[in-house]
Nanobody, 126 residues
């Protein structure tokens, strides 16, 4: 059983940056691909980014590519999401998730993940 705890959320003005962290425990972190999702009020949870178990491959939602960067430090059991040029529409609860799948097509959807964190709030004001 893997436990995931997100941190680093907060309030920032448009154009600012935040770095989210997700610390994993209870499993072998390098066995999992990791993903970030977000959910705004009244909306479905949507894919943000994913990274392979090795960190060599990454995937992004089109609207985040170029602004967000996902990375991981397997020695620290942690995955990160660097968010730059933030916009008010980025306001949401951000979740990290762990996947045992080896198929990248599964990383774009919530059903492709086995474990979830509780989320961290990101609020971007205009």
């Amino acid at each position: 059983q893997v436990q995931l705890v997100e941190s680093g959320g907060g309030s920032v003005q448009a154009g600012g940056s935040l770095r989210l962290s997700c610390a994993a425990s209870g499993g072998t972190f390098s066995n999992y691909a990791m993903g970030w999702f977000r959910q705004a009020p009244g909306k479905e949870r949507e894919f943000v980014a994913a990274i392979s178990w090795s960190g060599l491959s990454t995937w992004y939602a089109d609207s985040m590519r170029g602004r967000f960067t996902i990375s991981r430090a397997n020695a620290k059991n942690t995955v990160y999401l660097q968010m730059n040029s933030l916009k008010p529409e980025d306001t949401a609860v951000y979740y990290c998730a762990a996947s045992t799948s080896r198929y990248s097509r599964n990383y774009y959807n919530t059903v492709g993940y086995d474990y979830w964190g509780q989320g961290t709030q990101v609020t971007v004001s205009s």
